[in-house]
């Protein structure tokens, strides 16, 4: 039931050729399609070649009478633009150097306030350690007075730093109200 190709089509036997012909056709075509123009270009003159008259003069530029002009204006324009970049860059540089400056002094600035705030802290934790040293070399009713007339959270401070004991004995002398509003505040 198979039929020879010649018997299908009549040029049965020119058919390989005919596919290998249109295959390098078409390898062809798309290599010229695809190529770069430059390797093109010697086939046919470039649009700015055809549509300019050939060139005069001695120093071969085609450069019209009305041209000129319009080129000497925007290279004007392009140095007045060029110079005013030049300007903005030196006010930039200056600028930048006017923030880095005043950068470095609130660098120091920040280190001197560091350096106060740590010993403001060093000084309060050396108070604190001699308040707490006098109130437990003070008799338990002498510290006891002291206690109540200071403030609720230096009370609490100092009541933390003292032993249990020397705490406990104070405790014992303040008024009960006050002595148990203390000792709540202990235990937060």
């Known amino acids: 039931m ?13 058919m390989p050729f005919l596919l290998a012909g249109g295959l390098i056709l078409k390898i062809a075509l798309s290599g010229l399609y695809l190529a770069p123009p430059a390797v093109w270009s010697w086939l046919w003159p470039k649009v700015s070649e055809a ?14 009478p009305r041209l000129l002009p319009l080129l000497q204006q925007e290279r004007q324009s ?14 930039l540089n200056t600028l930048r150097q006017e923030v880095e400056e005043r950068l470095e002094e609130l660098k120091t600035l920040q280190l001197q306030v560091l ?12 108070h604190h350690r001699h308040l707490v040293a ?5 008799p338990a009713e002498r510290a006891g007075r002291l206690l109540e ?6 009370a609490v401070r100092v009541l ?11 405790l014992a002398v303040l008024a009960p109200d006050k002595a148990a509003r203390l000792s709540q505040r202990l235990l937060q």
Do not use: C, Y
């Open 2 to 14: 198979h039929q020879a190709p010649s018997a299908l089509w009549p040029g049965g036997r020119l």
């Open 51 to 64: 549509a300019t008259p050939p060139a005069s003069g001695p120093n071969n530029l085609a450069v019209g």
């Open 78 to 91: 392009l140095k007045a633009r060029e110079a005013a970049v030049a300007v903005r860059e030196e006010v």
């Open 115 to 126: 350096q106060a705030l740590e010993e403001e802290r060093r000084l309060k934790s050396e």
């Open 134 to 138: 006098t109130l437990s070399a003070m």
């Open 149 to 154: 007339k200071m403030d609720e959270k230096v």
């Open 160 to 170: 933390r730093s003292l032993k249990g004991k020397e705490a406990g004995a104070i």
